[in-house]
């Protein structure tokens, strides 16, 4: 089962792809884009190239555990990529993975101003790493 994972972005969406087992994240991309319809098209295309089975998508919450300021805007953008792709979008509780991501780039040696390049990418390698070790927690 190959699980593709989302951070969707208002300029750029990080997408990363689960190897076909579904235990180990792999490929990664961003696509750039402030227009909705086109990272949905993107997206569409990426699930088909990929194979994705499953689909999990960062969504946005406060510290304390409620929902952000943005978290309607992300269920209707999670719907709109349900209804095109015919498969099921699961929520992820995103905080702090790109904190994390710009903090992974840091210590990698990247200056802060290369990091918006890849930073959303591996925010969606953190969200499909993170669902992934709770998918095998769950699994008997």
């Known amino acids: 089962?190959?699980?593709?994972?989302?951070?969707?972005?208002?300029?750029?969406t990080g997408v990363?792809?689960?190897?076909?087992?579904?235990?180990?994240?792999?490929?990664?991309?961003?696509?750039?884009?402030?227009?909705?319809?086109?990272?949905?098209?993107?997206?569409?295309?990426?699930?088909?190239?990929?194979?994705?089975?499953?689909?999990?998508?960062?969504?946005?919450?406060?510290?304390?555990?409620?929902?952000?300021?943005?978290?309607?805007?992300?269920?209707?953008?999670?719907?709109r990529l349900e209804e095109r792709t015919g498969i099921p979008v699961r929520l992820w509780d995103e905080r702090r993975t790109t904190v994390e991501a710009h903090a992974i780039l840091h210590a990698g040696?990247?200056?802060m101003k290369d990091h918006k390049?890849?930073?959303d990418a591996v925010a969606a390698s953190l969200i499909l790493e993170g669902y992934l070790a709770y998918r095998r927690r769950r699994t008997p």
């Open 16 to 79: 990363a792809v689960s190897d076909e087992s579904g235990l180990l994240a792999g490929y990664t991309t961003v696509i750039q884009s402030r227009r909705p319809e086109e990272v949905l098209d993107g997206l569409e295309k990426l699930v088909a190239e990929r194979g994705a089975d499953e689909l999990v998508m960062g969504f946005p919450r406060n510290m304390d555990g409620t929902e952000g300021p943005r978290a309607e805007l992300y269920r209707d953008f999670a719907a």
């Open 109 to 111: 040696g990247r200056r």
């Open 1 to 12: 089962m190959r699980v593709m994972a989302i951070d969707y972005g208002d300029a750029r």
């Open 117 to 119: 390049k890849d930073v």
